[in-house]
C-alpha cells in the first residue's frame, strides 16, 4: 500500500513538472514578489479603509477572517471581500455564501499551513518531507477546526457538541484545501530553505491555489445544508442601521 501511493505520487509529481518549471522562476523572481508584496499592503490598506468607513457593522471575527484573506491572497481575497462580504452587497446567493465559508475556513487553515511550514521546515529545518506534511496537515485542522469551535463556545455551545459539528462540517474542505495548498507548495519548493525568497513565494501561491480548490467543496455544503455560510452581511449592515434609528428617536 505504502509503495503504491509512492508509485501514485511520483507520477503525479511527474506530469505537473511543466507547473513547477513555470512557477519557479516566477516565485524566486525578487521584483515579482516585491510588486506583489506592494500589491499586498495596498489591498489590505483598500480593505481596513473599506470596514472603518463603510462596513463596521462587521463581526470582529470577520474583519479579522477578511484581513487574513487579502493577506495571503493579495487583490484576489479583496475582491472576493468586495463580492461576498461587504454589508452592501445587492442580494445574497448560495456562490457568495460560498465563498464567505471558504474565506473563513481559508483564514484559519491557511493560519496553520503558514505556522507549520515556517516552523518545521524553516526554522527547525525538518529535513523529512513525510513529517513536514503531516505537521503542517495537523496545524491546518487546528486552526482550521478551532475557529468554528471558539465562536461556537462563546455562543454557549458545549466543547463535545461544537467539536461534533466542527468535524463534520469543516473536515472536507480543510482536507481538500490543505492537500492542494501543502501538495502545491512541496512540488515548487521542496528543497527551498527559509532564507530563500521561493520558500515564501511558493507558500503565498500554495495558499491560493488551496482557496481555489476548497470553493466548490464549501458551496456543496452549502448547498446541501452541511454548512451554513455565514450570516449575509447585508443583515449586519440593516440591523447597524435600525439601532441608530431606535436611538435617534
Not at 50 to 64: F, Q, T, V, W, Y
Not at 217 to 223: I, K
Request: with cysteine; charged share 15%; hydrophobic share 50%.
Amino acid at each position: 500500500m505504502l509503495l503504491q501511493t509512492r508509485e501514485f505520487i511520483t507520477q503525479v509529481e511527474h506530469a505537473l513538472a511543466p507547473v513547477r518549471h513555470v512557477m519557479k522562476p516566477i516565485l524566486s523572481d525578487p521584483l515579482v514578489m516585491g510588486a506583489w508584496a506592494l500589491v499586498v499592503v495596498a489591498s489590505v490598506g483598500v480593505l481596513w479603509w473599506d470596514i472603518r468607513e463603510h462596513n463596521g457593522a462587521l463581526p470582529s471575527m470577520m474583519k479579522g477572517v477578511w484581513t487574513l484573506v487579502v493577506l495571503y491572497s493579495g487583490p484576489f481575497g479583496l475582491a472576493v471581500y468586495w463580492y461576498s462580504g461587504r454589508t452592501q452587497i445587492s442580494r445574497d446567493s448560495l456562490w457568495r455564501r460560498g465563498f464567505r465559508s471558504t474565506a473563513h475556513c481559508y483564514s484559519g487553515c491557511g493560519a496553520g499551513e503558514v505556522v507549520g511550514f515556517v516552523v518545521l521546515a524553516g526554522v527547525l529545518a525538518i529535513g523529512s518531507t513525510l513529517v513536514v506534511t503531516l505537521g503542517t496537515f495537523a496545524l491546518a485542522y487546528t486552526f482550521g477546526y478551532a475557529l468554528t469551535v471558539g465562536p461556537l463556545m462563546q455562543e454557549g455551545v458545549g466543547f463535545g457538541e461544537a467539536m461534533l459539528d466542527a468535524l463534520y462540517s469543516e473536515t472536507p474542505s480543510i482536507t481538500v484545501m490543505e492537500v492542494a495548498a501543502i501538495g502545491t507548495d512541496l512540488l515548487i519548493a521542496s528543497q527551498a530553505h527559509i532564507t530563500d525568497l521561493l520558500f515564501w513565494g511558493a507558500l503565498v501561491f500554495s495558499l491560493s491555489v488551496g482557496f481555489v480548490f476548497a470553493f466548490p467543496v464549501n458551496v456543496t455544503l452549502v448547498h446541501f445544508g452541511v454548512k451554513e455560510g455565514m450570516e449575509n452581511p447585508a443583515e449586519m449592515g440593516e440591523s447597524r442601521s435600525q439601532s441608530r434609528a431606535q436611538a435617534t428617536d
